[in-house]
T-cell receptor
């Protein structure tokens, strides 16, 4: 049984470009959330998806958007990349509200 | 906004010593979860506390939830080198916006 898988593992982009990160949740999980973790910092909640809709959102600008597909997989899109967007992006899934989060290994995004 | 402060930010202990990290909130928490993140890894779930005054143990780890549900602690007895990592609490203030504590980075001196 595969856990949460994220792709790609590493990515280098230039300022102003757009990026799409992907996440496949653990089998049986229907809720997916995304986090940004800067080096040496704790993860910051970006948003959470359930039933293909964004349900909760953290303090991130509209440049950060997402999508959840009918098979519960999810994408995180970031437009107009800034140097400060360089971070580890973590995806987590869970089978329902208040359940423990299962994290993927993350995507390391570097913006130059 | 709703924040969870975690102290200390860093802790260096001799192997075999005890370690404690605390999460504090100014508002009542719906529940609290604790996670461990090894260097270069991703957070891994340890425990969830829901009830006021709840205490749970996992081998050398003891987790407590305050009576007012505004604070929580994780205590490790007789630390080992495998305990190295950053310990985070995550809270749900009832609005499902998951808020991470600032984390406590534990290093062990062999």
């Amino acid at each position: 049984d595969a856990g949460v898988t994220q792709s790609p593992t590493h990515l280098i982009k230039t300022r102003g470009q757009q990026v799409t990160l992907r996440c496949s949740p653990k089998s049986g999980h229907d809720t997916v959330s995304w986090y940004q973790q800067a080096l040496g910092q704790g993860p910051q909640f970006i948003f959470q998806y359930y039933e293909e809709e964004e349900r909760q959102r953290g303090n991130f600008p509209d440049r950060f958007s997402g999508h959840q597909f009918p098979n519960y997989s999810s994408e995180l899109n970031v437009n107009a990349l800034l140097l400060g967007d360089s971070a580890l992006y973590l995806c987590a899934s869970r089978p329902g509200r208040n359940s423990p989060l299962h994290f993927g290994n993350g995507t390391r995004l570097t913006v130059t | 906004g709703q924040q969870v402060m975690q102290i200390p930010q860093y802790q260096h202990v001799q192997e075999g010593e005890d370690f404690t990290t605390y999460c504090n909130s100014s508002t009542t928490l719906s529940n609290i979860q604790w996670y461990k993140q090894r260097p270069g890894g991703h957070p891994v779930f340890l425990i969830q506390l829901v009830k006021s005054g709840e205490v749970k143990k996992q081998k050398r780890l003891t987790f407590q939830f305050g009576e007012a549900k505004k604070n929580s602690s994780l205590h490790i007895t007789a630390t080992q080198t495998t305990d190295v990592g950053t310990y985070f609490c995550i809270s749900n203030f009832g609005n499902e916006k998951l808020t991470f504590g600032t984390g406590t980075r534990l290093t062990i001196i062999p």
